[in-house]
């Protein structure tokens, strides 16, 4: 089996994003051409990061223009440099 491991201090997020066509109030189809990128995703593995506040498994909000969209056996990733992550997302309990 392989698997992307990022260098350095690279982050790896997962792209794939639910299958289904997405339509616009008034009934337009949006192609996937069209859609806008999502500036979270799952963080899959991180590269050699010193103090790291993320690990595999965290929900991350990055940089809107950042990273290196890559195809890997058929699923959608973007690598990013550690340094355009903007904050982790947290479950908290409602009080």
């Known amino acids: ?12 997020l997962d792209m794939t994003q639910p299958s ?3 339509r616009t109030a008034g009934g337009i189809i949006i192609p996937d051409t069209a859609k806008e990128k999502p500036q979270v995703a799952k963080v899959i593995a ?3 990061i ?3 506040e993320i690990s595999a498994g965290d929900m991350v909000l990055f940089r809107k223009f950042s ?11 973007l690598i990013v ?7 982790k997302i947290v479950e908290t309990e409602t009080i």
């Open 1 to 12: 089996m392989k698997e992307l491991q990022p260098l350095n201090q690279n982050v790896l």
């Open 20 to 22: 289904g066509e997405q």
């Open 46 to 48: 991180t590269g050699n």
């Open 50 to 52: 010193e103090n790291s």
């Open 67 to 77: 990273g290196t969209d890559i195809e890997f056996e058929g699923k959608k990733y």
């Open 81 to 87: 440099p550690y340094s355009d992550l903007l904050a």
